[in-house]
C-alpha cells in the first residue's frame, strides 16, 4: 500500500530555507506527479527572529515553531529538511531526525563535511536516507555523480573553484584591477560577501567542500582539518598584472590530486593558465573539474550559491527520498571508508611558483637571489624586472619557478627574507598548469 502522502518538516527559515518552502507551495502538483503522491509541508521550525518575516504570512503562521519538542515528536513528519547552516545545533538536529526514523535532507556543508560518514552510518543503522547535494556547488549537480554516475572511475583529480565569493572577487581584481579591499567591499554591497567574510576569503568555506567531494571520490573521511588552507587577501592588483603578462589567471582553487597510494588535497589561490576551461570562470560562478581514469574529464559548471540554485539540489533531494519512500525501496547511499587513502603533507608537494619581490635597483641582484634558490634546488624559469621607485632605487622582480618541492621554496623564502637587497617579499603563488 503506497502513502497517501509524505509529510515535509524544515529547519530554518533563512533565504534558502524561505526560498525552498515557496517551492514546495508553489510545484506542489509537479511535485506530487514526480514523486507518486504529494508532498505536504507539516511543520517549520525556526528562530524567536523569523517569526517577524513577512513570508511567514505567505506560507501561513500556523506552520511555524520555535518549540523542538513540537517539531520533533510529530509523527507526520517523514523528511525533515535541515537549511538553518552552522554546526551546532544543526548536527544535533540532524543526529535527532535520523534516530527519530526521519530522512534528511541537508545543504549544511560544514556538518556534513566534519561528520558526514558518522551521520552515513547512522542513516544506515537507522534505515533512512541521508541526502546533502545542496552542500557543494548550490545548483549543480556534484554529490549525486560523485556517488552514483562517476563511481565506475578512479578519480585522479579534482580541480575546483567551489566558492562564488572569493571568485567574484578575484574576477574584479582581475577585470577592474582595483585592491582586494575595493573588491571585497563591493562583494559585500552586492550581497556576495557576508559582513564578517572570514569563512569565504580564507578558503574554509571552500575547505569544507573540498572534504565533502574528496570524501566522496576517495570513498575515504577527509575531514577538513586534513586539508591546508590559504586565503585570497594577500593577492594585490598587481599579482594580476603579471599574471596577465605571463599567460595566467588566478583563481581560489581547491585541488585534490591521487599520487599513486597518497592524496594531495589543498586550498589556495593558484595561477592557471588563461586558456584553460577554470580561468573562464567568473564572478559567483563555480566549476569543478573531475578527472577520473576512464570518463577522463568532466567539467561542471553553474550557480554555486544563491536561493533559486540552492533551492533546486535541496528539492531534487526531496522527491528522490520522497519517491523511494513512496515506492518503499531503501536506496541510501553508504560511504565504503578505504582506509589505505594517505594524505600528503604540504611539505612534500611540488609546484611551480610564482614569486614577487621589491629589490634594491642595483647590480648583482638577481645573482643573488638565484644562488638562494639554486642552493635549495629551484631552477627559475623566466624573470620579470620593472623599475618601481626612481626615489628609493628600488625595483620589482617577479620570478616563475620550474616545479620544486614546497619544503625548499618555504625555506629558500626564508633565505631570500635575509638577503639585504630585497626590501619586501610581496607574495607567492602556486601554479597548476
Ligand atoms: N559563501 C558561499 C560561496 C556560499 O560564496 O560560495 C555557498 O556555499
Known amino acids: 500500500m503506497h502513502k497517501q502522502s509524505i509529510g515535509i518538516g524544515l529547519i530554518g527559515f533563512g533565504v534558502i530555507g524561505s526560498q525552498v518552502a515557496k517551492v514546495l507551495t508553489e510545484k506542489a502538483e509537479i511535485l506530487a506527479d514526480q514523486v507518486g503522491c504529494p508532498l505536504v509541508l507539516r511543520k517549520i521550525k525556526v528562530i524567536e527572529q523569523d517569526l517577524t518575516k513577512p513570508q511567514i504570512n505567505e506560507i501561513g503562521r500556523q506552520y511555524f515553531t520555535t518549540d523542538e519538542d513540537e517539531f520533533f515528536s510529530d509523527s507526520e513528519i517523514d ?96 577585470i577592474d584591477g582595483i585592491d582586494f579591499s575595493t573588491a571585497l567591499a563591493s562583494a559585500q554591497r552586492l550581497g556576495y560577501a557576508e559582513a564578517d567574510p572570514k569563512n569565504d576569503i580564507e578558503g574554509i568555506d571552500a575547505t569544507y567542500k573540498l572534504a565533502i567531494l574528496t570524501s566522496l571520490a576517495l570513498q575515504s573521511e577527509v575531514k577538513p582539518d586534513d586539508i591546508y588552507h590559504e586565503g ?103 560511504i565504503k571508508l578505504n582506509t589505505g587513502v594517505v594524505i600528503r603533507p604540504m611539505s612534500e608537494i611540488k609546484t611551480r611558483y610564482y614569486l614577487r619581490m621589491t629589490v634594491a635597483d642595483r647590480s648583482g641582484v638577481l645573482s643573488q637571489i638565484t644562488k638562494v634558490l639554486g ?46 637587497v630585497i626590501t619586501e617579499i610581496g607574495n607567492f603563488v602556486r601554479v597548476e598548469a
Open 375 to 420: 642552493d635549495h634546488d629551484i631552477s627559475i624559469a623566466s624573470v620579470i624586472q620593472k623599475e618601481a621607485d626612481k626615489v628609493n632605487q628600488t625595483a620589482e622582480a617577479v620570478l616563475m619557478t620550474h616545479p620544486a618541492g614546497e619544503k625548499a621554496m618555504k625555506q629558500a623564502l626564508e633565505g631570500l627574507s635575509h638577503l639585504e
Open 79 to 174: 523528511i525533515v529538511i535541515e537549511l538553518m547552516g552552522g554546526e551546532s545545533p544543526a548536527l544535533q538536529y540532524l543526529e535527532k531526525a535520523l534516530s527519530n526514523g526521519k530522512h534528511v535532507v541537508t545543504a549544511n556543508k560544514e556538518v556534513i563535511a566534519k561528520n558526514g560518514a558518522g551521520l552515513l552510518r547512522m542513516a544506515h543503522q537507522n534505515n533512512v536516507g541521508l541526502r546533502y547535494e545542496a552542500s557543494v556547488g548550490g545548483g549543480i549537480p556534484l554529490i549525486a555523480p560523485f556517488q552514483y554516475e562517476l563511481v565506475a572511475n578512479k578519480i585522479n583529480g579534482i580541480y575546483a573553484i567551489i566558492n562564488g565569493t572569493t571568485n567574484y572577487i578575484l574576477t574584479r581584481m582581475a
Open 232 to 334: 585570497i587577501s594577500r593577492l594585490s592588483a598587481s599579482d594580476f598584472r603579471y599574471a596577465r603578462e605571463l599567460g595566467f589567471a588566478i583563481k581560489l582553487l581547491a585541488i585534490a590530486k591521487r599520487k599513486l597510494n597518497t592524496i594531495e588535497v589543498r586550498v589556495h589561490p593558484a595561477f592557471i593558465p588563461q586558456d584553460s576551461l577554470l580561468a573562464k570562470v567568473d564572478g559567483v560562478y563555480n566549476a569543478v573539474l573531475v578527472e577520473g581514469d576512464l570518463v577522463d574529464k568532466v567539467l561542471f559548471y553553474g550557480q554555486g550559491a544563491g536561493p533559486l540554485p540552492t533551492s533546486s539540489a535541496v528539492i531534487s533531494d526531496v522527491v528522490a527520498e520522497a519517491r523511494d519512500i513512496y515506492l518503499n525501496v531503501k536506496n541510501h547511499f553508504q
